[in-house]
């Protein structure tokens, strides 16, 4: 009944976070600020229902911790994707042609906020953590992973590729940062870096979505397994590369950390089994 709460609480915030946010037509002012309100709002909501059903405090999302914790997680997804455009522009793959709009960005900016948010609460911060309490670290983030790529599956242009690339470079990896820090601001900043420089600045598809056009005028071409085609550059070979190094640094981190849960039975470090 705990559990079933936790989902209902956290999947009904974020579908309603969700679907105002795109019903606002990417009106740039309403998007920016009701995209940041309903992040922060989401957030909240995560604290009120793990306080009422695991009588804890969410140290996952301790807003103290928010700050600097967001900031490091958002330094990775920056870098990570500005390596994979500099590849994928390298073979020819992306060009920029000038500037883009600076409405646009700020419309995004407050979009991508509320989807890292409500994503990471809802695939790091219920099924990941309470998968991992029983089955523990490796089959948590594998089955994770895998339900977080196929949930992109119906996006426009999506394929089994492009599922299977997001569920590694994204899915593993982002449980592998929650594992590694136990705390649901790193992968936040990461989910939304990653996604803010595709729209946001670099102005490419984000999961085959369509968005306004982000700070540059950049468009890409040539072959989908460079530049990821019409899905985007989630699609490229190079996101998947650079997200199973990023995957395999953080799981190095988690283990040396002695963060990693057993599967059944063995006792956990206190932080990992509180968080």
């Known amino acids: 009944m705990r ?30 600020v009701v995209g940041l309100l309903a992040a922060v709002l989401a957030v909240a909501a995560y604290g009120w229902i793990v306080r009422r059903t695991e009588h804890r405090e969410p140290t996952e999302v301790a807003w103290k911790t928010a700050p600097g914790a967001l900031a490091r997680g958002a330094l990775i997804g920056l870098l ?18 000038g500037l883009g709009s ?18 990471e609460l809802m695939f790091r911060g219920l099924l990941f953590r309470l998968v991992e309490r029983r089955f523990g670290t490796g089959v948590s983030l594998t089955l994770s992973g895998l339900l977080f790529g196929f949930a992109h599956f119906f996006n426009a242009n999506a394929t089994l590729w492009t599922s299977l690339a997001i569920a590694v470079e994204a899915g593993f990896m982002l449980a592998a940062a929650y594992a590694a820090t136990r ?93």
């Open 3 to 32: 559990i079933l709460l936790q989902i209902v609480v956290v999947v009904a915030v974020s579908w309603v976070a969700g679907t105002g946010v795109q019903a606002l037509g990417w009106n740039w002012p309403l998007t920016l």
């Open 102 to 119: 600076v409405t646009g960005a700020l419309a995004i900016f407050g979009f991508m906020a509320a989807v890292a948010v409500t994503e």
């Open 183 to 275: 705390t649901l601001w790193v992968p936040i900043g990461v989910h939304f870096a990653w996604n803010y420089a595709q729209g946001g600045i670099f102005s490419t598809s984000v999961s085959g979505q369509d968005a306004p056009q982000g700070l540059l005028d950049g468009v890409t071409s040539g072959p989908a397994v460079v530049s990821g085609g019409a899905f985007g550059p989630e699609a490229s070979i190079y996101s998947v590369v650079f997200g199973i190094a990023v995957t395999a640094a953080f799981l190095w981190l988690a283990k040396r950390r002695g963060h990693l849960v057993p599967r059944r039975g063995a006792t956990a470090p206190a932080a990992t089994l509180g968080a």
């Open 80 to 97: 990570m994707f500005a390596a994979v455009i500099a590849n994928i522009a390298f073979l020819g793959g992306y060009e920029v042609r």
